[in-house]
Nanobody, 116 residues
Framework: QVQLVESGGGLVQPGGSLRLSCAASGFTFSAYPMKWYRQAPGKERVLVASITSAGGSTNYADSMKGRFTISRDNAKNTVYLQMNSLKPEDTAVYYC?????????WGQGTQVTVSS
């Protein structure tokens, strides 16, 4: 069965950096695009970034462009989200996602808090 396990969240000061990881199992990781979403308190879950199956193409939400970088290591079945120049408004639970055979799969999420 599909499993996604996020890690790497925590408390960071404004302007700081974090690297999130999502370890995937239960499917052929290298065959699927992967996405990162986030959900702030009281708000809807929104797309942060996406990456194609081979990692050759990435896309970002406008507010993350130039600050966040999505990448993947297909040998390790892991997708990453490098987050730099973090702002308080980046505070949210971050989820990785894969859509397989029409179904969305989610991890448990990792909390990122940006605060001084």
């Amino acid at each position: 069965q599909v499993q996604l396990v996020e890690s790497g969240g925590g408390l960071v000061q404004p302007g700081g950096s974090l690297r999130l990881s999502c370890a995937a199992s239960g499917f052929t990781f290298s065959a699927y695009p992967m996405k990162w979403y986030r959900q702030a308190p009281g708000k809807e879950r929104v797309l942060v970034a996406s990456i194609t199956s081979a990692g050759g193409s990435t896309n970002y939400a406008d507010s993350m462009k130039g600050r966040f970088t999505i990448s993947r290591d297909n040998a390790k079945n892991t997708v990453y989200l490098q987050m730099n120049s973090l702002k308080p408004e980046d505070t949210a639970v971050y989820y990785c996602n894969v859509k397989k055979q029409g179904l969305n799969y989610w991890g448990q999420g990792t909390q990122v808090t940006v605060s001084s």
